[in-house]
């Protein structure tokens, strides 16, 4: 299946998961990413593969207006709804494919994208059509799952490489739309290449409990098998990572998030 009607079919029949979850609803980097943005009254932001709706309701009363965009009309209608329910007037929302965006060049002061470009097929032009819809000195501001990895050469890098597919091998057994996370060292070169320099970054750990993250995809008992084992008996540079620990049988374990912020 096509990576994006993949994503369409994952996310339309989890939409409504999706607008009660915590880690996107109420995850420590909606808060952060306001605090570092700073946004000011008159501004117009986007915000790309919204979701239910949660970073453009964010900041949504600190704005004039938030287009909240997504690929998938049953995300959409859990935005809306959830938009009514805030009393947000200011929200409004725009089926929009974050790599060719129905927008006119320079129409926005701010850009945002929560936990969602790992789904993206190409990063570069989405990065490229984030920058073109920005205002001169507009923002940039993207939250994602990371993973490790390395520009230098060695045995450690290639380690660390190696281990930066394996946590992407293991999300997208889980989540056949995921499609890959990057290294912030990769973020870094595509936010640069996209001609939006980054000015912050910053890394958090997020802790996951594995049975209520593989069921939320609605995993098969035979996948969540097959994913139980990817985790136990992880190479030591991904078990450095991911950090799992045991309780009887409850396993949780950590995904690091990074907030990573440009200025076009």
């Known amino acids: 299946m096509d990576q994006k009607k993949q994503v369409q079919a994952q996310f339309g029949a989890n939409a409504a998961a999706y607008a009660t979850s915590t880690v996107h609803a109420k995850g420590a980097s909606l808060g952060r990413l306001l605090a570092l943005v700073r946004p000011l009254p008159h501004w117009h932001a986007l915000d790309i593969a919204t979701g239910a709706g949660h970073t453009a309701f964010t900041f949504a009363p600190h704005v004039a207006h938030v287009v909240a965009a997504d690929i998938t009309a049953e995300m959409l209608q ?129 802790g996951m409990e594995f049975d209520w993250w593989a069921s939320r995809m609605q995993t098969t008992p035979e996948t969540t098998t097959r994913l139980r084992a990817m985790l136990v008996q992880a190479p030591e540079p991904v078990l450095a990572f991911l950090t799992p620990q045991y309780s009887g049988d409850r396993i949780t374990f950590h995904l690091t998030e990074a907030i990573l912020i440009g200025r076009k």
């Open 78 to 206: 859990q935005t809306r709804q959830l938009a009514a329910e805030k009393t947000l007037p200011n929200v409004t929302v725009c089926t929009a494919d974050a790599e060719e965006l129905p927008f006119a060049s320079a129409s926005f002061d701010l850009v945002t994208c929560r936990i969602a470009p790992h789904h993206f097929v190409e990063i570069g032009r989405f990065l490229s059509e984030s920058v073109r819809v920005l205002r001169p000195g507009g923002v940039l501001a993207i939250v994602d799952n990371v993973v490790p990895g390395s520009r230098l050469r060695g045995k450690k890098a290639n380690l660390l490489r190696a281990a930066g597919e394996y946590v992407n091998a293991f999300e997208k057994l889980r989540d056949p739309s995921h499609n890959r996370c990057l290294s912030l060292e990769e973020w870094s070169e595509a936010f640069a290449a996209a001609g939006c320099p980054l000015q912050h970054q910053e890394t958090a750990q997020k």
